[in-house]
């Protein structure tokens, strides 16, 4: 495709559930970024993967939240006993690689805990 | 640790106007900066990066934005606003070129006609 794309564009779940959103990064794009957007809090990163090096996991709140990437490609963050605070826009970014490329966004996931 | 200040919560202008929209940042080094726009129901877009050079960077859409070391800013400028201006803006800072971006809380732009 010609962006990124994330799946689902919404999710609404219960509170205690468990929720997987997908991003698919750029093809060829070897870095992946995860942000959240909130009221409260703005934008705020969560995790990097940049091609095979360990992540950058310093801005997941709580160890209720994973990420992995498989194949250097394809993104999963995982939201484990999903919690109100959780609800937000969770954005997804890559870029081409180390070396001041810009981050393209996709256009996020939506979710809500009730 | 880097911070990042949007003064401005939300700014009107009425179309044709000029707008400046302030941003501060707070990094020992040399920051990495960017301004990014995000218009109702779509995603971020880039209009302009700072990584060294010139201090006034061309961005799209018209925009430009001067780094000024001494005053930590980096405040966005664009002399004659549309309508289609009207979205929010975000100012980011980077650590290094290719790294995690931390982001101002953000300014949202009304445009009057």
């Known amino acids: 495709g010609a962006g990124v794309s994330q799946s689902p564009s919404n999710k609404v779940t219960e509170k205690g559930k468990d929720v997987e959103l997908r991003c698919d990064p750029i093809s060829g794009h070897t870095a992946l970024y995860w942000y959240r957007q909130s009221l409260g809090q703005g934008l705020e990163f969560l995790i990097y993967f940049q091609g095979n090096s360990a992540p950058d996991k310093s801005g997941l709140p709580s160890d209720r939240f994973s990420a992995e990437r498989t194949g250097g490609s394809v993104s999963t963050l995982t939201i484990q006993r999903t919690q109100q605070e959780d609800s937000a826009v969770y954005l997804c970014a890559s870029s081409l690689a180390a070396g001041g490329n810009e981050q393209f966004f996709g256009p996020g996931t939506r979710l809500t805990v009730l | 640790a880097q911070s990042v200040t949007q003064p401005d919560i939300h700014i009107t202008v009425s179309e044709g106007a000029s707008l400046e929209l302030r941003c501060n940042y707070s990094y020992g080094a040399t920051p990495y900066l960017f301004w990014y726009v995000q218009s109702p129901g779509q995603g971020l877009q880039l209009l302009l990066k700072?990584?060294?050079?010139?201090?006034l960077v061309q961005g799209i859409k018209g925009f430009e934005a001067e780094f000024k070391r001494s005053q930590s800013s980096f405040n966005l400028r664009k002399p004659s606003v549309h309508w289609s201006d009207a979205a929010e803006y975000f100012c980011a800072v980077a650590p290094s070129r290719a790294d995690k971006l931390i982001f101002g809380t953000g300014t949202r732009l009304q445009v009057f006609p």
């Open positions: 700072y990584f060294s050079g010139d201090t």
